[in-house]
C-alpha cells in the first residue's frame, strides 16, 4: 500500500484544515488508518485512527473535540478535518495504515502500523 498525505498548509489559529490520505497499490478496506503528528525533537504523537469498516474511531485527548477522522473506502482515501486548530496543532502529519482481520479494530500504536504516507506541514500561527 502506497499513501499520498495532501492538504497541509497555514492557518491561522482558531482556523481549520482538512488533510488528506489517497491510498494506492492495495485496497484499503481491510485496513485500519491513522494520523500521527511529529515536531522537531520530539517522538511521533497518535492523533487520530479509524476502523476498517469506519463505524470505529478514536481520537486523542489533546485534540479531541477538535479534530475528526473519516474515510471513504469507494475512493480509496481517509481524511483527518481539524478545526479550531492552535499554534500546539503545528507539526508534520502522517497518515498510516495496518492491515487487519476484523472490521471493528483499529490502533493507536504507531509500530503496529505497517504503511506510512511521508507527512504533510501543518503549520498554526498565533
Known amino acids: 500500500v502506497q499513501l499520498q498525505a495532501s492538504g497541509g498548509g497555514s492557518v491561522q489559529a482558531g482556523g481549520s484544515l482538512r488533510v488528506s490520505c489517497a491510498a494506492s497499490?492495495?485496497?484499503?478496506?481491510?485496513?485500519?488508518v491513522g494520523w500521527f503528528r511529529q515536531t522537531p525533537g520530539k517522538e511521533r504523537e497518535f492523533v487520530a485512527a479509524?476502523?476498517?469498516?469506519?463505524?470505529?474511531?478514536y481520537i486523542a485527548d489533546s485534540v479531541k473535540g477538535r479534530f475528526t477522522i473519516s474515510r471513504d473506502n469507494a475512493k480509496n482515501t481517509f481524511y483527518l478535518q481539524m478545526n479550531s486548530l492552535k499554534p500546539e496543532d503545528t507539526a508534520v502529519y502522517y497518515c498510516?495504515?495496518?492491515?487487519?482481520?476484523?472490521?471493528?479494530?483499529?490502533?493507536?500504536?504507531?509500530?503496529?502500523?505497517?504503511?506510512w504516507g511521508q507527512g504533510t506541514q501543518v503549520t498554526v500561527s498565533s
Open positions: 479509524i476502523s476498517w469498516s469506519g463505524v470505529h474511531r
Open positions: 498510516a495504515a495496518r492491515r487487519v482481520r476484523y472490521s471493528a479494530e483499529y490502533s493507536t500504536k504507531e509500530h503496529e502500523y505497517g504503511y
Open positions: 497499490g492495495r485496497n484499503v478496506n481491510n485496513h485500519a
